[in-house]
């Protein structure tokens, strides 16, 4: 196929890009919490730093068990496929004329194509499997590098906020100068990432720094009255 | 399509669970990794709740745009499409032949195919969209609501690694009942996730306890070197 046409960008920008903005997200939004309810920098620095290892190890590896997951899903549908065409072959055949049937093809050409492609079981149960199921081969290695890429991304994306806790001596300080910083990069990322993916660049900008936003806003908020 | 066939789970709990199973994680190794560090529950529970509200927003609302945005990438893929057909129409009639020749089709039918399609171009575009792109047409209504639900269920497990410092006065003594609680409830939602998705439970249940504790692990010994 050539999705290519559609979509030019590199995937490890992507990854990177992806990993950095929801990096920036949740530890900006949980320092700002605690800065609401805390006396010292040296707490939000810990929590911080606590949540970005615990999140870039629950991003990246659970990314990449998902991708593993995900091929032995498909792993089972072919399984089941390859049983379904040689046990019952009509069934299939029927399938196959069902699925032209909706896109108006006639029934003389669904007999055709049923009958050319049960000539070939692999590549008959490859065509179920794509145009029955919709399912697509995944791709492991490609899986674990892009888990792998976007947990490393998220911590250093959730550095960034943290900078602010370190350059200054409260927590209130600390909250003024990662909310300058935090916003200017998600603005950044926010952008680029909407721009990758073919999207109006502006308008995921926006989209992400106001999800930042309204989450530090919000934990702010709940951490003030709770302590 | 029927993939009714190979997926019968109700969709609302399969975003409970996702939520549950995600919201027991990070919370849990954030709650584990300060409690390494300071002397207080209450810091724990401050930190910990501003995590879930934190993840919440960011999981729900992020997971709303970003359903929004497929809707709209949808929008643009389809709309090059229909202008595709209507401008180079023989390229497309390509195209067309290109996805049956991959199938062992023969280039007879693959040229009657082709014709029969490009009779309705609102079904030939439909065809193009799902066979040469792969694109689903996106729910956006479904969406959003399981955005919604995700977020919500995010909450409801991210409270139970807390309750543990709720009902005990260390942070030593919380981390033992939250760990016990955590685990126990990662091994359920664990195991029902993975059957849901019709993947070995067992296996699932464990890897799912593994993310977690991992994370855990790993949040409380960064926590507590530099704290």
Known sequence: MHEEKH????????????????????????????SGAVASNSIVITAGIAE???????????GY??????????QTEIARERLEVEAVPEVEKQEVRDVFSSYG????????????????????????????????????????????????????????????????NTPKQGLLVSSIMTVMFLLIFGYVKTRLTGNRPFYGAVKTVFIGVLAAGAAYLIARLIS
Do not use: C
Request: proline letters at 4%.
């Open 52 to 62: 970005v290892v615990a999140g870039s190890i629950a991003m990246g590896l659970g």
């Open 7 to 34: 979509f030019t960008s590199s995937d490890l920008i992507k990854d990177i890009v992806i990993g950095m903005s929801d990096g920036l997200t949740v530890p900006f939004a949980l320092a700002a919490g605690l």
């Open 105 to 168: 093809i006639s029934p003389g050409l669904q007999d055709q194509l049923a009958l050319e492609l049960s000539q070939d079981k692999n590549k008959w149960v490859d065509f179920m499997m794509r145009f029955e199921l919709g399912m697509e081969k995944p791709d492991v290695r490609r899986a674990s590098r892009s888990a792998f890429n976007i947990g490393a991304s998220y911590i250093v994306g959730g550095m960034v906020p943290l900078i602010g806790y370190f350059i200054t």
């Open 65 to 74: 068990l998902a991708g593993r997951t995900e091929v032995d899903h498909y």
